[in-house]
């Protein structure tokens, strides 16, 4: 409880500034974004190093996808940037708008639930205090608004396409933090940057996000 309010904080501020910029204008989206894409990959840069340092006296091989997060996270932001381009030949700012709403849900609530009610733990070494009751509530929360988003509030895309998302963002927001975490754990630490207080760093923040960025863009095509 120590670190709630400076969490807090944070995370409003955080939340304020990514849909602010969205909302705001074209340029406001694009120079933000690109701002966060560099942090992440900074932070990603520096967990490389780490990791080649921690490696550097043994034979162990990681996977190929391991070895360069900097890509992961390039292409996975540059694929974000994309997706409000991608709508329609103007810049659209509600797609990607509601892709982060229903990231935070399912984020905000999986973490909620898993902290009441989580006991089956998912068993996922690099995330190991994830559970099932977590995971699917955070799910169950993101799929309820999708229905209300496109039923109450805007009509984005078509209900099938909104219904994906709702669905989809949460298991594909789950590979991205796994990744993230797996990242951290190979190269021995908690966060990958410090630059927000209570929640870590830029990467931290953005897992979820990258994680969901492919299978969103293909949505938005199709």
Not at 97 to 116: A, H, N, P, R, V
Not at 198 to 207: A, P, Q, S
Request: hydrophobic residues 50%; charged residues 15%; glycine residues 8%.
């Amino acid at each position: 409880m120590i670190n709630f309010l400076p969490r807090l904080v944070t995370g409003i501020i955080y939340i304020f500034l990514i849909t602010g910029s969205i909302i705001h204008s074209l340029q406001s989206f694009v120079i933000v974004f690109i701002l966060l894409t560099f942090l992440a990959m900074y932070e990603s840069h520096e967990l490389w190093r780490k990791i080649k340092i921690k490696n550097s006296n043994n034979n162990s091989k990681q996977s190929f996808i391991y070895r360069f997060p900097q890509y992961f996270v390039f292409q996975s932001m540059t694929v974000l940037i994309l997706i409000p381009f991608s709508f329609d030949e103007f810049y659209n700012p509600f797609p990607i708008l509601l892709i982060f709403i229903l990231i935070w849900i399912s984020d905000t609530m999986s973490y909620f639930f898993g902290s009441y009610f989580g006991k089956t733990k998912m068993k996922i070494k690099a995330s190991p205090n994830k559970t099932w009751e977590g995971f699917i509530g955070g799910l169950l929360c993101s799929i309820i608004f999708s229905i209300i988003s496109f039923t109450y509030i805007q009509e984005i895309y078509p209900f099938w396409k909104t219904l994906s998302l709702g669905t989809l963002i949460p298991v594909f927001g789950l590979f991205g933090d796994i990744y993230q975490s797996q990242i951290k754990r190979m190269a021995g630490v908690k966060d990958s940057g410090k630059i927000l207080p209570g929640h870590g760093g830029i990467f931290d923040r953005l897992d979820s996000a990258m994680g969901v960025s492919y299978i969103v863009l293909i949505i938005t095509l199709i």
